[in-house]
């Protein structure tokens, strides 16, 4: 695996580098919307930007990202949860400057404050934001600041949100892809996996070239058409040493190239998920 050059400082570039192995728990990965060269990585320990294979830790926050989440049409705006360095939950957190600092906007509408392990931006309107904590879908329509939730008492893995109809989002669970028509209130099976036990850790969408893919632990990844109410998914390939793909992070201008992680390293693919290499 390649060694990188890491920084610990709060802006993309700096003078110093220490040469260092990246060894991190990995909870997500996003290709910046108009520099997609850049890779970010949200961790357990911090957020990292992976550009020109330099490495820089952003900012000055060492929390644990979960649920990382990019704007889809705004670089610089960010929403993670999960856990800060100190313990407890983040509830939920947004960045306006490319992830060098984080404010919290929410608790997320309960009590105390979420722990969303999944979530999303809606590509189709960028208002309204998914989250799920506590066996609860989580759905907020003015950009995070205020939730509401809907009891399903159901587990999601993760979710998806339709490139164009505001009211679709699909979301990833044990043995199966679901979809909902009216953003999360109910819930519909899609999709099943042949392993039943098996998961749908992560989905996205290539509207652009009419591709969706999941990441799933038995079968690795999968891609069908996007064709709603057709889908198909087939194997296309797996992760080195049958590493089991946790998320999925495409290339907006190269659609052949496809980056994946594990639980603690990075993988791209340069022939639709056919072959995979280590970064």
Excluded at 86 to 94: A, D, F, P, R, W
Excluded at 179 to 198: A, C, M, Q, R
Excluded at 229 to 241: I, R, W, Y
């Amino acid at each position: 695996s390649l060694v990188f050059f890491i920084t610990g400082c709060s802006t993309p570039v700096s003078s110093e580098k220490k040469l260092v192995n990246f060894q991190s728990h990995i909870h997500g990965i996003a290709v910046d919307v108009e520099e997609p060269a850049w890779l970010y990585i949200a961790t357990h320990k911090g957020l990292y930007l992976l550009a020109e294979n330099k490495l820089t830790l952003l900012g000055n926050s060492r929390d644990d990202y979960m649920g990382f989440s990019i704007h889809p049409k705004d670089s610089q705006v960010f929403y993670s949860s999960g856990h800060p360095q100190t313990g407890g939950n983040l509830g939920v957190m947004k960045s306006e400057d490319g992830g060098n600092t984080w404010k919290k906007i929410s608790t997320g509408g309960i009590g105390q404050s979420v722990d969303f392990h999944a979530m999303t931006i809606s590509s189709a309107n960028p208002l309204i934001l998914y989250g799920w904590h506590g066996g609860n879908v989580f759905r907020s329509d003015d950009g995070g600041s205020s939730w509401k939730n809907f009891s399903d008492q159901i587990l999601i893995t993760s979710f998806a949100s339709h490139p164009s109809n505001e009211n679709i989002v699909f979301a990833g669970t044990r043995g199966a892809m679901l979809k909902s028509s009216d953003k999360g209130k109910t819930w519909i099976n899609i999709f099943d996996l042949s392993v039943p036990e098996d998961i749908v850790q992560d989905i996205k969408i290539d509207a652009e070239n009419g591709n969706i893919w999941i990441a799933t632990n038995e079968e690795g990844i999968m891609k069908s058409s996007f064709t709603e109410g057709a889908f198909d998914f087939k194997s296309v390939g797996s992760l080195p040493e049958n590493a089991s793909p946790r998320q999925l992070a495409l290339h907006p201008k190269n659609p052949n190239t496809i980056f994946a992680h594990d639980t603690d390293k990075i993988y791209r693919s340069a022939d639709w998920g056919q072959s995979w290499g280590v970064l």
